[in-house]
Structures are given as C-alpha cells and as structure tokens.
C-alpha cells in the first residue's frame, strides 16, 4: 500500500509526461489459462486481513505476518500473497535507504511476483478485479521506486500500464470499493496538475479528464468502506489537504486519526505532528512528540528535532531550546541522505532564517531564508510561521 504520503505509493505525475497511451498488454491466447480462486469470496480470508493489516500499519509486523501467513496458506497463487510480504517490506524499511540494498531488493522481487500472478488472473479475465488491483498496486509502487531512482524511462513504461488499468478500474469501481483509491487518485491528480503546471495542458488532453471534488469524494469513501485502502486514503488525503489544499484542519482530522489509532507508526504520527503545529494544536503536537522522538530512522530523527523545536518556539517562546533544536536537525539532514526530508528542512532554515533575523545577522538570515524559498511548495513562508 501507500505511504501516506508521505508520498509512498503512486506517483500519478508521471502521467501527464507520457506523449502516447499505453493499454495493458495481455497475454491471452499467448499462455495457458490458470484460473485463481478469488480472494473476495472467502470470508476468513478477509476476517484474517482485517486483523493483521492493522498490525502491519501498526509496526507491529511479526504479528500481522502471523495472519498473513493463513491467508498466503489458503491463497498461494493469488497475488494477495506476494503483496502482504512486499507490503511489510515496505513498512517496515521505507523510506528505503539504499535501492541497492537487500530490502529494496526483496520488495521490488515481490512486486514483480504480485505483477505475474496479477497477469495470470487477467489472462482469464481482462476485467477480474481483483486482477485489476492488485496489479495496479504493484505497477504503481514500482512506478515511484523507479522514479526515486531518477530512471524516469522506467517509470513512464510502468505508467502506460497504469493508464489502461485505470480506465478498467473506472469502468469497475462501482462492483468494489476498493479501485475508489485508484480512481480517486488520478482524478485528483489529473486535474490538479495542469492547473497548478499549465506547462502540463498540452499532454494531459490525451487523458481522461479529472476532477478535484470526485477524486476527494472517492478516497472518503475507501477511509469508510474499504479494507486493504481505508489506511491508505487516509494518508493522501493528509497528503492532499496538507500539501496542494491549504486545508490544514482537513489534514488533521484525517492524520489524528491515523497517529491515534497507530501510535507506533513514525510515518503517521510525523504528518499529525505537523498538521497540528500548522493549526496551532501545539498541545497535541506535544503529547504525541515522545512516540516520534522514539524512532530510530534518520528521517523521523530529523522530524523530532524539528518538531521540538516548533513547539519551543511557537508554544513555549524558548527560543534558546528552538535553534538548538533546529541545528541538530540542521546537522542530521546535513549529514544523512534522506527521501521525502524536504518538508522538514524547509522547516528547519525557516526557523533559523526567523533566529538570525532577530539576532540581526541579515547575511545569514537572508542564506537560510534562500534556502527555505527554494524549498516552499506549499506557501509555507506565507503563513504566520
């Protein structure tokens, strides 16, 4: 599944750069028809998931490997079973520190096996659907990685597959909840994309048009219905809301939520952090801080920091405690290569662009408050911060 968001799971951008539309290349007629008994159907299967997917969002992963484990014994050719351990990779290693590593590589092996036992389940029928989103799952996490790895020829092969999955999933959507993610997403993105790069217009014509209010409307309703997606939509639309809509309350209500429900999650409990800090709910921010501060990865060690040094500066007016911890996280985004930091750097030179500044040091305020503004997509500068 996604991170939410924290940005881990489609990069529906890569779209809009595609020149030709690609349709899903099936291999009927070409190999031997397997039929694979459906996952829907089987209700312990899906009790089995609703118990250890909320694990797995949790960290709490040989626990819900344990219920993975019955539902793979009952399903071994389904693509539910490469996708749960791909899936707890993912968790459990991302933001991945090496592409080149053991855990990258075993994530993407298991992506690539979800994709062939997704094909064979298309093979007998274009419109299976759960053939239809398990590959588009697979498809779309490889997509991100690849573009994470700047093989951007790569990512736009997996995102011509996408296209023609997606239209599928349109046409399907209404038989299960679930592909409400998959559309959700790209009518979102298909329409917000070219309105904020019109550069973007002339490709997208190509496209099947978006729609902001839609898409929105469709991750809503996977957060209430769905099982394998309800955890997922709520990440993007703390995402969305967070980053694209300037509606920050919306943001928290969605990433509270999550951060509540999985104290343990540094993903989730990083994006409540800051959407409560951006609507002044600094006393929350505090509360849940320790359970951040907790983490070991260099990603959320640099967002404590961070955080501690907001809720010194806005909460507390300590502004001594504030640039000490603005210069560890300083240090710690210095000194470690990390995906998906720059909200947080952005973060840390505007604090310690505001300390100089007060300071009256205007040579380097004006340093770390040209590094804030490379990093300001979201008019973060423009806020009371």
């Known amino acids: 599944m996604m991170l939410p968001k924290i940005r881990l799971f489609l990069l529906l951008s890569a779209w809009i750069l595609i020149l030709s539309v690609g349709e899903v290349n099936s291999a ?5 028809k397997v039929v694979v008994p459906p996952l829907l159907s089987d209700k312990t299967a899906l009790e089995l998931l609703e118990k250890g997917l909320p694990l797995m969002y949790g960290c709490d992963f040989a626990q819900a490997r344990h219920y993975f484990a019955q539902v793979q014994a009952r399903h071994p050719e389904h693509p539910v079973t490469p996708l749960l351990n791909a899936l707890l990779l993912f ?16 994530h993407s092996y298991f992506l690539e096996k979800t994709i062939a036992a997704s094909q064979k389940m298309l093979d007998v029928n274009p419109n299976d659907i759960e053939g239809v989103f398990f590959m588009l799952t697979a498809r779309g996490l490889l997509m991100q990685h690849y573009n994470e790895r700047g093989e951007s020829m790569q990512a736009l092969g997996e995102a011509k ?4 999955l997606i239209k599928t999933a349109f046409d399907l959507r209404s038989q299960n909840v679930e592909l409400n993610f998959m559309t959700g997403l790209y009518s979102y993105y298909r329409a917000y994309y070219p309105e904020r790069y019109p550069v973007y217009r ?4 190509f496209f099947k048009e978006g729609n902001k209010k839609e898409g929105l409307e469709n991750l809503e309703a996977c957060t209430q219905k769905a099982i394998f997606t309800a955890n997922e939509a709520a990440g993007y639309l703390t995402h969305i809301y967070l980053r694209y809509e300037n509606d920050y309350e919306k943001a928290l209500a969605h990433s509270r939520r999550l951060a509540q429900r999985f104290p343990n999650n540094p993903h989730y409990v ?7 800090l951006l609507t002044k709910h600094y006393d929350e921010a505090a509360q849940m801080l320790p359970a951040l501060q907790k983490s070991e990865r260099p990603l959320f060690m640099a967002a404590a920091q961070v955080f501690s040094g907001m809720l010194a500066e806005f909460q507390r007016k300590d502004l001594t405690a504030a640039i000490k911890s603005y ?3 300083e240090n710690l985004l210095l000194a470690e290569k990390i995906s998906y930091a720059n909200p947080y750097k952005l973060y840390t030179y505007a604090g310690l662009y505001r300390h100089y500044k007060q300071q009256r040091n205007q040579t380097v305020a004006q340093r770390y408050y040209k590094q804030a503004k490379a990093l300001d997509n979201y008019e973060y500068l423009k806020s009371d911060f």
């Not at 968790?91 to 075993?106: A, E, I, V």
């Open 202 to 205: 002339p490709f997208v014509i």
């Open 161 to 164: 597959q996408l296209y023609g």
């Open 28 to 32: 009927a007629g070409q190999k031997k």
């Open 270 to 276: 990083a994006a409540f952090i800051e959407t409560a």
């Open 91 to 106: 968790w459990q290693h991302m933001p991945f520190d090496n592409f080149d590593g053991k855990n990258f590589k075993q």
């Open 327 to 329: 210069q560890a996280a």
